[in-house]
């Protein structure tokens, strides 16, 4: 089983649509959460942390489950700019990142 | 831009060959790490380097090997190489317990 499991997609959804990802993670130990974002044949840039309380960023908004052991990411009014895939990643103490596979999405005119 | 700079971009190596790849962290980083992108994976965690010490290192053979450097830049070496070994290699560099942020990565096709 991977440590961090994600929907691969493709998401196919139309501009302004509301999408959400979800994530869960087999290590209970986990620590730190985050969404990464990746453009094609690009390095992942950090999107948002994410903190059981839920926290907000503009159109994003990102929630944790620590019991659940369950991630999840909501874009709200999607953008043709938002098209990309999106990594789940947690960590542990030691701080190397561990990435899911990732999910793709895809939004049209 | 992160400031983070990798070479070579791009380099094709057959079965076997050593391959050398490297990195420049950002100013007032002294940590820096590698992952492995393979083609529609997530990166996967090689190594990572602390003030020139090797201090994590993830599910990977000895042929994966490395070096900080005193100014923090970095080397992954990778010797005996297989066809698996072709990817995307990704080198992040972070202040102690800080962010990381990802050079545009190396990319690597093994033939």
């Known amino acids: 089983r991977k440590e961090v499991e994600q929907d691969p997609g493709p998401f196919n959804v139309p501009e302004g649509a509301t999408v959400a990802f979800n994530c869960t993670y087999s290590?209970?130990?986990?620590?730190?959460f985050f969404w990464y974002r990746q453009d094609c044949r690009k390095e992942p840039k950090l999107l948002m942390s994410?903190?059981?309380s839920g926290n907000e960023d503009g159109r994003f908004t990102a929630q944790l489950n620590r019991a659940s052991q369950y991630i999840s990411l909501l874009i709200r009014d999607s953008k043709l700019s938002d098209s990309a895939t999106y990594l789940c990643v947690v960590t542990t103490g030691r701080r190397a990142l561990t990435f899911g596979s990732g999910t793709r999405l895809q939004v049209q005119p | 831009e992160t400031g983070v700079t990798q070479s070579p971009t791009h380099l094709i190596k057959t079965r076997g060959q050593q391959v050398t790849l490297r990195c420049s962290s950002q100013?007032?980083?002294?940590?820096v790490s590698w992952y492995q992108q393979a083609l529609g994976q997530g990166p996967q965690f090689i190594f990572q380097y602390y003030r020139e010490e090797e201090n994590g290192r993830g599910n990977f053979p000895p042929r994966f090997s490395g070096l900080q450097f005193p100014n923090y830049s970095s080397e992954l070496n990778v010797n005996a190489l297989e066809l698996d070994d072709s990817a995307l290699y990704l080198c992040?560099?972070?202040?102690?317990?800080?962010?990381?942020?990802f050079g545009e990565g190396s990319r690597l096709t093994v033939l």
């Open positions: 994410v903190y059981s």
């Open positions: 992040a560099s972070s202040p102690e317990g800080g962010e990381l942020f």
């Open positions: 290590n209970s130990a986990s620590q730190s």
């Open positions: 100013s007032g980083h002294n940590t």
